[in-house]
């Protein structure tokens, strides 16, 4: 069985920042490309930020400038390091990882975290 536990969302004001973390647990055998996805009230889940074991990065354009995505592959742990926070930053923001596990090695499969609700007061 393979875990993604995100930490660190929050109620925060217009222009603050915030971190998240996202830690992968289980039988896993390898974690390629790791990302943050943010789903707001009514509107459709969107990629916010992705990064591959190797650190290459890609961003929303919505978030380019703002917030950086990062990953210790010792600790199977991604970030998303949030700052000039808006109130359109407001959703629900997933965690997602590219996963083998050690049962199944050779091929991947996506992992999802429970959520975590950061929230942008203006």
């Known amino acids: 069985q393979v875990q993604l536990v995100e930490s660190g969302g929050g109620l925060v004001q217009a222009g603050g920042s915030l971190r998240l973390s996202c830690a992968a647990s289980?039988?896993?055998?390898?974690?390629?490309?790791m990302g943050w996805y943010r789903q707001a009230p009514g509107k459709q889940r969107e990629l916010v930020a992705t990064?591959?074991?190797?650190?290459?990065?890609n961003y929303a354009d919505s978030v380019k400038g703002r917030f950086t995505i990062s990953r210790d592959n010792a600790k199977n742990t991604v970030y998303l390091q949030m700052n000039s926070l808006k109130p359109e930053d407001t959703a629900v923001y997933y965690c997602?990882?590219?996963?083998?596990?050690?049962?199944?090695?050779?091929?991947?499969?996506?992992?999802w975290g429970q959520g975590t609700q950061v929230t942008v007061s203006s």
């Open positions: 997602n990882a590219d996963i083998s596990t050690i049962r199944v090695p050779i091929v991947g499969a996506d992992y």
């Open positions: 289980g039988s896993i055998f390898s974690i390629r490309t």
């Open positions: 990064i591959t074991r190797g650190g290459n990065t």
